[in-house]
């Protein structure tokens, strides 16, 4: 069930906000702090890098591949936990308070870190001994940081390959379970950074070889709150001026009890992540959401689907109504616009078809729309037209289930392929589905996957059927929310679909 996004926080929005006092006082402390901090940091980075090379010098790919030991482990690992401490303390944080106590290596193989803040939360890791960790594997051909991953031996991955990610997972589930031949590890389970307000849903990744976690968690100061950097908001530059501006910075490290999952969770990692999660979240005193970061969207997980807390169609009306288009004007426009697709016209056009497509008086305003939808200066008009038409309620259900099916049936033979029903989703709710064979199984379930079993999916089943009911049936800017946060209040339409359109309007007046 989709959860009331009124009483849950947005973790992927962060601001810091500053009293005048509190701005004038980071000024006047920046100035001198920040510099001065940054170049003394940056020189216990510079001071660990040849003392991180030296550790694997001389050694041969196959014992690279194995735990360091002797020399090169009592004697390097000391000093890089001491420079690493220093780099944090010339940052501003002065002390650390830890409370609990760390699990040896056999008790707690993993280490789960959360809530996942920024770069600074790399402060754990001198704490915790400079246990290995996972990294994106283009970060090894970074200057310093290459080296230090090299030191850690961390677990490298690429994102954008799958054999990557096998092999990543096989590498942690051997470390994991080698029952203390490798050291343990840290995982920060959310795998991207929030505002710490919510616990976002964990990835399974250190979960998936079913060993005992212990659970540790970062409390940073409420006021002012200067560690988070986020999808929106402070930028890592301003995380950073402000930490640094400050006299100080507190930090509070927590050691949970070690968690060891029952025979149910080492046979579902899913599940184990989710216990855990929620276990973590009450000691923070946050709610555990299902909220995840997917590609370049934040979304959250109905079955299978991907549903952004920001839907790139409400963004797309505020642009539109900030250009001056009333509701009826931009009904006209998708209107318009649907026209030209069922004559034949291509569906891709670059942002100065864009522009005249949407009768707008500049580019940057469609330039924008395309960065909603896309990565380059192009974008798909069936999403704009579908997704903006579902949010404003324009069509009713039928018509626009109808629209939808004819552009995706890509056969012209009456029948959603999984390919089909993935784009016309995709379209739908504004953003790429990726993982859609739950619902098609769903779909083909009830016969053939024609337009009327279609329909009454969205109409009916008890997961699917929230798309419409209460996903698009809510509006952020209908109720004052600027975020576009849908809040999952249900607001009644005569098209059975939504009716922030005209509330949108009204704000812009």
């Known amino acids: 069930m989709l959860k009331s996004r009124g009483q849950t926080p ?106 996942h803040s920024g770069f600074l939360d790399m402060l754990v890791l001198p704490l915790t001994g400079l246990p290995a960790v996972v ?51 840290l995982m920060f389970p959310e795998g991207t950074t929030t505002n710490g307000r919510a616990l976002i849903k964990f990835k399974p990744g250190a979960f998936l070889a079913g060993v005992p976690v212990q659970p540790v968690l970062l409390h940073y100061p409420r006021e002012p709150d200067t560690v988070r950097w986020t ?88 642009l539109l109504h900030k250009h001056g288009l009333s509701s009826t004007q931009v009904e006209a426009v998708m209107n318009s616009m649907i026209d030209s697709c069922h004559s034949g016209q291509s569906a891709m056009v670059t942002a100065d078809h864009l522009t005249a497509l949407l009768g707008l008086k500049d580019r940057k305003t469609a330039l924008n729309i395309c960065s909603l939808y896309s990565k380059d200066e192009t974008v798909d008009v069936r999403q704009v037209c579908l997704s903006v038409s579902a949010v404003c309620g324009f069509r009713s259900l039928e018509s626009l289930i109808h629209t939808a099916f004819t552009w995706y049936d890509t056969d012209r033979d009456g029948l959603l392929s999984a390919d089909d029903l993935s784009g016309l989703m995709g379209a739908l709710v504004g953003i790429p589905q990726y993982d859609i064979g739950e619902m098609y199984c769903e779909l083909t379930s009830r016969g053939r996957p024609t337009e009327a079993s279609l329909q009454d999916v969205l109409m009916t089943h008890p997961v699917y059927g929230k798309v419409l009911t209460e996903y698009l049936h809510s509006s952020g800017l209908a109720d004052g929310n600027p975020s576009g946060v849908p809040n999952g209040k249900a607001i009644g339409n005569n098209n059975g679909i939504y009716s922030g359109c005209g509330a949108t309007d009204r704000k812009s007046d």
């Open 231 to 318: 999808w929106k908001g402070v930028s890592w530059l301003g995380s950073l001026w402000h930490t640094t501006s400050q006299l100080y910075t507190s930090v509070t490290v927590e050691f949970l009890p070690v968690y060891t999952p029952s025979q149910e969770e080492k046979g579902n990692p899913d599940l184990y992540a989710e216990n855990v999660q929620k276990l973590m979240a009450t000691a923070l005193g946050v709610p555990a959401t299902d909220y995840v970061m997917e590609g370049r969207f934040p979304v959250q997980k109905l079955g299978n689907l991907s549903l952004p807390l920001e839907p790139p169609a409400q963004e797309t009306l505020r």
């Open 135 to 185: 990294s994106r594997s283009e970060n090894a051909r970074l200057p310093v940081i290459g080296a230090l991953l090299e030191f850690n031996q961390a677990v490298l991955v690429s994102r954008k390959d799958p054999e990557s990610r096998k092999k990543c997972v096989s590498q942690i589930c051997e470390r994991v379970t080698s029952d203390g031949h490798w050291p343990q590890m």
């Open 10 to 115: 947005h973790p992927f929005v962060h601001e810091v906000p500053l009293t005048a006092a509190q701005r004038i006082q980071g000024l006047v402390l920046g100035v001198v702090l920040f510099p001065v901090r940054c170049l003394l940091s940056a020189l216990c980075f510079l001071l660990m890098w040849p003392i991180a090379r030296l550790r694997l010098a001389g050694l041969s790919e196959a014992q690279r591949a194995e735990p360091v030991r002797g020399w090169r482990r009592w004697l390097l690992q000391p000093i890089m936990i001491f420079l690493s401490r220093a780099a944090f303390f010339c940052l501003g944080f002065l002390w650390v308070r830890v409370r609990g106590r760390r699990a040896g290596l056999r008790a707690a193989p993993v280490l789960a870190v959360a809530p």
